[in-house]
Every structure is written in structure tokens, then in C-alpha cells.
């Protein structure tokens, strides 16, 4: 994996030729708590693009911010976390213009969340039918009885087996793998144009996580929904992804094409999840060593200084790691990264999602 000199994109770089307009679009987003006089960035500047009919893998460690990227998107930030800055287009319109009552007609309408545990998610007291109906209802008018029909539908494309019958079950008289199911029933009902699934097998075992990926994949293509899915699971990532947007420390420090990046990871935080996916053609009864690890934990948002947020566990680390975050650059065999260039500016343009980008001055020629 060779350190190539990078070039930063500009905002006059233009998307991969045919690509579609995004249906979703964020903008330097931040997000910062504040609690006992400190303030302490959880988001920043976040940018990256969905488009009709692709899966984006937002990937990272526990604590890297992706799930809070999900939330901020959905305004449902939790407190203490306050949006700074940017902006979250839905076809065009920004979500932050919308009051609360307009940002309930978004949920479950136009983006709908798929989370991790479904036992925790579904609530324990409606029947799996009622669970189902309820968007359909609220969102598009439907009477009891044709909410109901559309209930049967759901659960049968999703695979539930007696559709007619198991519409009326709780959630606790199904298995991990139907209640997930359960779950993307009811995400899909709507017919969302973006579907965001947080962990969406990390509950399951293999077979069933096999099973949920396939179901996605049928639904998206069935229905041309977005889908950002959220993991650390780089096994899930090279199932799922079209492309791919690596966190660390509330920042984007890699993203491109899946191929590319698995291929030809650049950032020493990519390389590191990648040394750490098991070799995908070996035999499961198949002794291995132990699978490399990368040292040291995820910085608490209160612990993070200026400069690049993986310097503490980086084997390269260098002084101006820990002066100032590189700007968002691409690989290029030709020229120089542009340090005129504000980082600003870079990262809006390279979140179009055209070209492999990485965040890491190993990438950026020093200035003489
Ligand atoms: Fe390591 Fe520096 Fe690159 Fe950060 S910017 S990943 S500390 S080499």
C-alpha cells in the first residue's frame, strides 16, 4: 500500500459520469455536546451523498460517530448533543427548515430506521400486524382494514411464512431473524426513499445475518430505496456496500468506491479494519491464529486534541499529525496536494462520492 501523493478535489470536480442525483445529501455537518461549562465535537464537518438504489456503508469502531451521524439526520439527537452547523438535503429540501410536526411526516415516511435489536426496537404489547399498520395509517391515511391487507403484503415479501396468520403474533412469539424481518417491514411500508439500518444483523447469527442481507438487497432493488447502512463489520461492509465512508473521532478520514477501498485502503485506520477481517474463503472448523487487533481504544469525545484524532494509535504518527486534521484528498499518480486548498472546500467537493478520497498527511506533499 504505498504512500501516493494525493490531490485534493475541488468544488468544480464533477460526480462519476451517469451518476444519479442524491437523494440524500449531507453537508459539513457538526454535532457537539455540552454539559458542566465544556463543549465537545461529536460531528465534524460529516459529508457524504446517498443516491436512489445504492447502499453506503458507514463504517468505524463503536464510538467513531456514526450512529450519531444516523440521528442527526433524523433530528433525534440526544441530549446533551446540539447540531452546529451544516445541512441534511432530502431530494433538494433541507430537513433543518422543518419544525418538528413536518419532521414527523419525514420519519418512517421518507427515511425510515432500521435498528440493531429488534426485541428492543418492536414494542412488546402490539401484535407484529398493528406494528406494521401504524406508519401506514399515520402517514398515508389507510382505514384499519386495508392497513391490515397491506400488513400481509409487508410480512410476506419480507419472507414471513403464514403472512395471514402471523400478522396477529407478538414479537416475543417470533425469532431474532422474523423480528428483524418484522423490523424491515415495517421500515419499507412507506416505500422511503432512504432506509437507514444501524447494526442491522450484529444480533443475529451468520445464517440469519446471510438471510437479512439478502432480503435487503431484493427489497432496494425492488423498490430503488437508498440505504445507509451502519456497521463495524467489514464482512457486512464487502456484502453490502456500493461504497464506502470510514469514521474515526466524529471525522470522515477515508471514503470511495467499495472495490477501491478494499482493495487499496489507504488510511492507517482502514488498514487496520481490514487486517482485522477473517480470510472470507477459509473453512469455519478451520484452526486460525488469532486476528490482529488494533491497538489502544477509541478516544472519549472529551479526550480528543487538535490534529488528527487516530494519532495516538497510529504507528506513523508524525508532528503535524498532532497540529492540524489533513484536508479530505484523492490518490493521484500526477500532482501535489493543493494546500491552498481550504479543508473545507475539499471535503464539500469529495463528497460526491466519485473518487477515493482519504484524510491523512502521509498522503500530502510537505511544503518546502
Ligand atoms: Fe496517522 Fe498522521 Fe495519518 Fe493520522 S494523519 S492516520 S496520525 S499518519
Not at 2 to 11: F, I, K, M, R, S
Request: proline residues 7%; aromatic residues 4%; glycine residues 8%.
Amino acid at each position: 500500500m504505498n504512500a501516493a501523493v494525493l490531490q485534493v478535489t475541488t468544488p468544480g470536480d464533477a460526480p462519476a459520469a451517469g451518476a444519479a442525483d442524491p437523494v440524500l445529501r449531507v453537508e459539513n455537518l457538526t454535532l457537539a455536546f455540552r454539559a458542566r461549562g465544556r463543549s465537545a465535537d461529536v460531528l465534524n464537518a460529516v459529508s457524504f451523498e446517498l443516491r436512489p438504489g445504492e447502499t453506503l456503508c458507514l463504517v468505524g469502531e463503536s464510538g467513531c460517530g456514526k450512529s450519531m451521524t444516523a440521528l442527526a439526520i433524523m433530528r433525534l439527537v440526544p441530549e446533551p448533543g446540539r447540531i452546529g452547523g451544516g445541512r441534511v438535503l432530502l431530494r433538494g429540501e433541507d430537513l433543518a427548515a422543518r419544525d418538528e410536526g413536518a419532521m414527523r411526516q419525514v420519519r418512517g415516511n421518507s427515511i425510515s430506521m432500521i435498528f440493531q435489536e429488534p426485541m428492543t426496537a418492536l414494542n412488546p404489547v402490539y401484535t407484529v400486524g398493528e406494528q406494521i399498520a401504524e406508519p401506514l395509517r399515520l402517514h398515508q391515511g389507510l382505514d384499519k382494514a386495508r392497513a391490515r391487507a397491506r400488513a400481509i403484503e409487508m410480512l410476506r415479501s419480507v419472507g414471513i411464512p403464514a403472512p395471514e396468520r402471523r400478522v396477529d403474533d407478538y414479537p416475543h412469539q417470533m425469532s431474532g431473524g422474523m423480528r428483524q424481518r418484522v423490523m424491515i417491514a415495517i421500515a419499507l411500508a412507506c416505500d422511503p426513499a432512504v432506509l437507514i439500518a444501524d447494526e442491522p444483523t450484529t444480533a443475529l447469527d451468520v445464517t440469519v445475518q446471510a438471510q437479512i442481507f439478502d432480503l435487503l438487497r431484493e427489497q432496494q432493488a425492488r423498490r430503488g430505496t437508498a440505504v445507509l447502512m451502519i456497521t463495524h463489520d467489514m464482512g457486512a461492509v464487502s456484502e453490502m456496500a456500493d461504497r464506502i465512508v470510514v469514521m474515526y473521532g466524529g471525522r470522515i478520514v477515508e471514503q470511495g468506491a467499495c472495490r477501491d477501498v478494499l482493495a487499496e485502503p489507504l488510511h492507517p485506520y482502514t488498514q487496520g479494519l481490514i487486517a482485522c477481517l477473517p480470510e472470507l474463503d477459509r473453512e469455519p472448523d478451520e484452526a486460525r491464529p488469532d486476528l490482529p487487533e488494533i491497538p489502544g481504544v477509541v478516544p472519549s469525545i472529551w479526550d480528543r486534541g487538535p490534529g488528527c484524532p487516530f494519532q495516538a494509535r497510529c504507528e506513523r504518527a508524525m508532528q503535524r499529525c498532532r497540529e492540524a486534521f489533513p484536508p479530505l484528498a484523492r490518490p493521484s499518480r500526477a500532482g501535489a496536494i493543493r494546500m491552498d486548498v481550504d479543508a473545507a472546500a475539499a471535503t464539500d467537493a469529495a463528497a460526491s462520492g466519485a473518487e477515493h478520497g482519504v484524510a491523512c498527511w502521509l498522503y500530502v506533499e510537505a511544503q518546502a
